[in-house]
């Protein structure tokens, strides 16, 4: 959606409500920000970032963990 131009003509006043409600939806619960650590605005809102952010740590450590393994596995 990023960059996007709505240069689409809404006929029922319901295409524009669904439109609206689309957009909103997208950029509350799927858009990741930045500024919120790469979280979502619901995921802050409803104190799930302290979790997730930990659960995204772990992996990162399991995957340095695995890609040294592999490093001194094909150094040997």
Request: no cysteine; aromatic share 10%.
């Amino acid at each position: 959606m990023k960059n996007r131009v709505l240069l689409e003509n809404y006929f029922l006043p319901g295409d524009l409500e669904r439109q609206i409600s689309t957009f909103v939806d997208h950029y509350n619960n799927h858009r990741y920000y930045e500024s919120l650590e790469n979280l979502t605005p619901a995921d802050v809102y409803h104190r799930r970032g302290a979790k997730i952010l930990k659960m995204r740590e772990e992996i990162k450590n399991q995957t340095i963990r695995k890609r040294r393994l592999q490093h001194q596995a094909a150094a040997a």
